[in-house]
């Protein structure tokens, strides 16, 4: 359990104490944009292995115990996720990595965009909640519960390095959306449009949830159903 607390906290670290600091700016002045990104990608790699591996090791110690009861809750929760996700990686986004340019652009908000600014990152909160939930152990309480502050800072932190380096642009986009989803559309700031969700992402995301659920226990030692 102790290398698994070390590796969260390392991998916290890595995200947190550089990404969106004063030492990203040395680091990309010293390697620069591309060499930086490839660089903190590898790192960040290495990381989850580091994770996964440290997270196997730990064992099951029990906390709670795994929620039989919640498991069709949990069913509903992660297709969610994998809508949240896949929408997310195929709709262009100005706060995806290289996306900075559509704040440019007259319409940079279209399809689940007008739900949250950041759909990738909730389909991975909801996955890691959901997670944390079944699983009922401290391995998992530790693991996904640093991914879920991860994932949640990270909302944060892209937010202000847009609205930073991006100012006026940034303001009117974040103006239409939200973080939390369908806060902008609850406000009156945006309303969904149905025929900007192509048929293919939802197609992509269903295959993708099924594959999933199907494999799960042979890639996993777990069903997510029974």
Not at 52 to 80: C, D, I, N, S
Request: hydrophobic fraction near 55%.
């Amino acid at each position: 359990m102790k290398q698994l607390i070390l590796a969260s906290l390392v991998f916290l670290g890595l995200h947190f104490g550089v990404a969106g600091t004063a030492l990203r700016a040395r680091c990309v002045e010293t390697l620069g944009e591309r060499g930086y990104r490839i660089a903190f990608s590898m790192l960040s790699l290495l990381g989850l292995f580091w994770l996964a591996h440290a997270y196997r090791a730990a064992g099951y110690v029990e906390t709670w115990g795994q929620l039989t009861w919640f498991k069709p809750f949990a069913a509903v929760l992660m297709l969610a996720a994998f809508l949240f996700a896949v929408l997310g990686l195929t709709t262009p986004n100005p706060t995806a990595v290289g996306g900075e340019k559509l704040l440019a652009t007259d319409a940079p908000v279209i399809g689940v965009m007008r739900i949250t600014r950041h759909p990738f990152l909730w389909g991975l909160a909801i996955w890691a909640v959901t997670h944390l939930l079944a699983n009922g152990d401290t391995g998992s309480l530790i693991l996904f519960g640093s991914l879920l502050v991860l994932v949640l800072g990270g909302m944060r932190s892209i937010d202000a390095k847009r609205r930073t380096n991006y100012g006026e642009h940034w303001e009117r986009f974040a103006a239409v959306t939200s973080i939390v989803p369908f806060m902008a559309i609850r406000a009156g700031r945006n309303k969904l449009a149905w025929k900007e969700f192509k048929w293919w992402q939802l197609a992509a995301a269903l295959v993708a949830y099924a594959a999933v659920m199907h494999f799960h226990q042979t890639l996993f030692g777990v069903s997510p159903l029974v």
